[in-house]
DNA sequence: ACCTTAATCCGAAACGTTTCGGATTAATAG
DNA sequence: CTATTAATCCGAAACGTTTCGGATTAAGGT
């Protein structure tokens, strides 16, 4: 399963064997299908290690995340990466995924680098400083960043507006009356958590409300340090518990619904606190507490987006073209649904 | 930073750096360390696609495995996944991952076997009928299956025994008296699944315990799943409800101790059922209803335990020495703890 | 009949590595 | 001093693909 098998068996020469499957044009037709035909009888691919090496390129692109559970578990992300990977497959390319924490040392995804092994690097979750960018933007390697962050130099990057995202929310709120609007965030330096907390502070300030320390928690990016964070804003004094309360991300807003649902099995006469949460929650929950979203509603349309922003980076599109920002939308859910 | 411009500018050929690098014996022990300092100091790597070519292997191991958010949540999949691309990155190989599912038509993985893109493949979470496999044996690839199958040619495996592992704790509970014993388990074809069922009902028959269908659940594969299924259990008549449960897995688990948890709240004066899980609860559980575990121990000496059987099926072992069981552990709760 | 052009093909080189077989030198044995 | 051996090195070929430059043939125009 060569090309030279196939040149032989057929008679013509490797050149016009591999031309013909590249589909160049100074091949006659009816050799074409020949070739096309013998390929596909053989079971024929090219070989990807003897086509890079030639081509100076991979097909592959490196995906580097830290492996951790809370990261895995959001399927948001998981739903993301399984829509890279098809459109990636279509365009001739593969994932390799690649766990690597943001650590200041040497990073795994240095062998893959300097072995040429992958063409460019996607870095998911990145962090207010983040070491994996500066080292790449360092070494010239070309890559995108699955979120922002505060390096200095220019790079490539698609995002969502996460600062708009929860403001978004809090215009909502406010426009329907309340005061007492409380958030429960990730206590990680990733960027969007940091990019939604701004949000929630500014969009405060900006509605005039009295921002309180202790309504902006900051807590275990899963379950139980949603479920905790909320037991915290919910074991005050009556008069002092928020009206509503917004989440930074599904798994949290797990928790959250299982302890509003609980203080209010407890508290039947008290007031329903509203909970909005980024990005729904996870499929599985055991909540019935009714929610609004800050979403984006596509998912897949994102995995195509980042496949397109990849080709055009490795055929040496410029940087400044390469930073995408995704407005994300507001759900409200109405009650009669 | 190729071997040609390290022996430049050592004035040595690229055959004597080439053979410096990988450590061959006829070359002098002075110039070994010439050329590792030069290539350190250079950032060389060899060019993996020229590695490759050269050696007819691509040092890369492809991982299968369905992409569904209920495998993922797996803290024991994610884990193993983790340990083992540490251990084939020690041994030189890249884990590439690539989501597949079952299904009777030709495998997404197809493309990377013809183009020799793999050495060899890891099936994880084989089904009782497993058309990945068929495939595999039908065109001769290497690979390791991460669990059995009912497949009729043989094949190299590593699994748990997840049969005895059941089968342990329904001895255990027999011997602490309990009689009426239920268990919840998932409702896919997976082999493990179908394994520790059949653990469930062998050991009831062995212990000459009445088997009733209702006692023996199969449900979707998360925390909602084992929820709803406990709660068909628990509202029935006092007297029928079991004295013991055992789940499959940690995500149904988790909805079942959820529901244990509720139940006594309501029903403080009755006794608790005892509560055995395989694989544990999520670290991120809600609950703390007390349970015992069958689990393995080590979790990362599985990684390391299938990174050797890779090495030993690229060199040509038997398939026979390479189906390896693991025996599980029953970690018994003891309430002083 | 001759020149031009288009259509179609092919040989050979190249990508970066490893390795076979042999070459050179120095040390040892006779 | 010569033959043998060990230690060290190197040229060239090879892996399978793509592509440059040119070659061949046929068709079209005068």
Redesign the interface.
Known sequence: ?SLKKIAQTLGISVTTASRALNDHDDVAKDTKQKVFKAAKAM???????????KMGK?Y?IGLVYP?H??V??D?CF?QM??SL?KEL?QLGF????I?DENKDEIP?FH??L????VDALLIAHTFMDDARLRYLVKHQFPFIALGRSNLSAEFAWFDFDNQQGIRMAIDYLVQQGHQKIAYIGGNQPLTFIHLRRTGYVLGMQSAQLAFNDEDCQMT?M????G?QACQVLLTRHASQIPTAIITDCN?IAD?VA?ALEQYMQRNPKRTKPVLITYDGL?????SNYPYSTITQSTRNLVGKQIANMLVQLLAGEEIKNLQVLWQPVLKIHSPNH
């Not at 593969?94 to 995924?97: A, F, K, R, Y």
Request: proline share 6%.
């Open positions: 399963m079971g024929y691919r090219p070989n990807a290690s003897a086509r890079s090496l991979s592959v492996f559970v809370d895995l578990n399927i998981t990466i399984d990977n497959n593969d994932l390799l995924l766990p795994v062998r893959l300097s072995s040429q092994r275990e899963n379950r139980r340090g479920y798994m928790g299982m996870p499929l599985d929950t055991l």
